[in-house]
């Protein structure tokens, strides 16, 4: 495995959150290329419906994605972590094509490979509407700012 992208498992509760922000900052970047490249060439993937194998169904899914969901802002949270594997939960804010606000709320289980990439990831995801006045991400699009507060702190 030349490719390598730590923190490496067996995680510690340091290493898993560190995982988890790297995750959170590489999706806010929204550059399916970049974030392609934290997965095993043969990934596997479960997100809603959807179920992906390897970097080129990711990145093609991701690019999908981003086009479909603007102004994208996310949050990740470490649930629980043991050996290889992190549990996170998350919230996504973006505009639909009409301009209508949503918010994602989902969970997301992840496996990884020795070399520190991402082999599975399992994500289970709801959408849920809200008025533009309901919003909680409020950054300039990019990486969430170190002192905007996680979703604990913002009750969510």
């Known amino acids: 495995m030349s490719e390598t992208r730590p923190p490496l498992p067996p ?3 340091e290493t898993a959150i560190a995982k988890v922000r790297a995750a959170e900052d590489a999706w806010n970047t929204r550059d399916p290329a ?3 490249l934290a997965y095993t060439p043969d990934s596997r993937w479960r997100n809603r419906s959807d ?3 390897g970097r080129a169904e990711i990145e093609a899914f991701l690019t999908r994605k981003w086009k479909a969901e603007r102004d994208y802002r996310l949050i990740k949270e470490l649930w ?4 290889s594997r992190i549990a996170v939960r998350f919230a996504y804010e973006f505009r639909d094509e009409t301009g209508s606000w949503w918010r994602a709320y989902g969970n997301e289980n992840w496996e990884f490979a020795e ?3 991402m082999a599975r990831r ?3 995801i709801n959408d849920v509407p809200i008025a533009e006045g309901e919003r909680l991400f409020h950054w300039e699009q990019g ?3 170190q002192d905007h507060p996680g979703l604990t702190e ?3």
């Open 115 to 117: 070399n520190g990439l």
């Open 51 to 53: 179920f992906l194998r």
């Open 80 to 83: 629980a972590f043991t050996g």
């Open 122 to 124: 399992i994500a289970s």
């Open 34 to 36: 970049r974030v392609a």
């Open 154 to 156: 913002l009750g969510l």
């Open 143 to 145: 990486i969430r700012p």
């Open 11 to 13: 995680f510690t509760r």
